[in-house]
């Protein structure tokens, strides 16, 4: 196992520590206003707004997932809601991510799919995009499932997500080939147990180059969702060289990582996205993006040494 996967994983697993926790949620404001809009959808729509002017377009993400009542998964599903509906009135591309566990998936995967469905019902008339994000490795078969039944009952406006750090994921795929899926790749933010997902950032990464060229032989649209410079100019080299037009597939980073990155890919023409995050639920969010950048854990810790 190499270091890098050693430090996530440890942050991952110490971050969930209910006292830590706490520390980090007093002390890490700088850190949650750089990866977050805000707390508010006004804030976020601002955000957006602001993304837009400069050429790239945003993924509004109500933030919440892991639900543990049908009340608070039936809240998430009006909060989102409220999000479709205000995104309809605006002239820029709609897109939203959902979490399945937002919606009720750990209560029972029937919620998850009504709530879903509910959310589909309105947001697909509206033009506004619905990406299922993917979670944790327990989570992939049924969040799948999902998709695939939304996909069977006519919804066409809706994405998934596949890690290339699962082993699963290359079967996934095939699997996924007859539903013509509009795919998001990413290498996957989780700590998985290595029984199901490769520890080496090196075999994560050809991976994620082995999936996305195969998912855009394939002819998908493919949402290449990296940060990792190389990585990306990969698939902007392998496109060029065969041809497959920039209509083919999109670049999408976070809000707050990269962000002259995400001007210049838009400036060279490619689609790109930033995954705009808001809400009051920042916590495993905000614990995800220090497991993946060491600096972000020295930003929490000299707040909290400065007293
Ligand atoms: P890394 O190898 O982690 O990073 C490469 C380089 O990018 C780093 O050297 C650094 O320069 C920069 N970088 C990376 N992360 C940060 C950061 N936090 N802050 C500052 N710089 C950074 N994961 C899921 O499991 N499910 C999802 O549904 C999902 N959706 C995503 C949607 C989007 C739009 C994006 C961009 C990511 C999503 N992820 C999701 C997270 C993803 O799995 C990775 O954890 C995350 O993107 C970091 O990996 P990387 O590909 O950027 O490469």
Do not use: C
Not at 173 to 179: A, F, G, I, K, R
Not at 269 to 288: F, N, Q
């Amino acid at each position: 196992m190499n270091l890098d996967l050693v430090y996530r994983q440890a942050v991952l697993s110490v971050a969930g520590n209910p006292r830590v926790e706490a520390l980090i949620k007093g002390r890490a404001r700088s850190l949650v206003r750089r990866y977050v809009a805000g707390e508010t959808l006004e804030e976020a729509l601002r955000a957006a707004e602001a993304l837009e002017a400069q050429g790239v377009h945003a993924i509004l993400d109500l933030l919440g997932e892991m639900v543990r009542s049908e009340e608070e998964a039936r809240a998430f599903q009006e909060g989102i809601l409220v999000l479709v509906r205000a995104l309809a009135e605006k002239p820029w591309p709609k897109y939203v991510s959902v979490k399945p566990t937002q919606l009720g998936l750990d209560l029972s995967e029937g919620l998850a799919l009504e709530l879903l469905r509910g959310i589909l019902r309105e947001a697909e008339p509206k033009g506004v995009f619905v990406r299922l994000d993917m979670e944790d490795s327990p989570r992939v078969e049924a969040t799948l499932r999902l998709y695939k039944a939304l996909r069977e009952e006519g919804f066409s406006g809706v994405g998934v997500v596949l890690q290339s750090y699962l082993f699963r994921t290359e079967k996934d795929l095939l699997d996924l080939l007859p539903y013509r899926p509009n795919l998001r790749l990413v290498k996957g933010a989780y700590r998985e147990p290595q029984e199901v997902a490769f520890q080496d950032k090196r075999l994560i990464d050809a991976e994620y180059l082995h999936l996305g060229k195969l998912a855009l032989r394939e002819g998908l649209y493919v949402a290449f969702a990296t940060h990792d410079p190389r990585l990306i100019a990969e698939v902007k080299r392998y496109t060029e060289a065969f041809g497959i037009p920039k209509t083919a597939f999109e670049f999408q980073l976070l809000y707050g990582v990269r962000p002259e990155a995400q001007r210049r890919l838009a400036q060279e023409g490619y689609t790109v996205r930033a995954y705009v995050p808001y809400g009051k639920d920042w916590y495993p969010y905000l614990s995800r993006r220090i497991a993946e950048r060491p600096e972000n854990l020295l930003l929490v810790l000299r707040s909290l040494l400065g007293g």
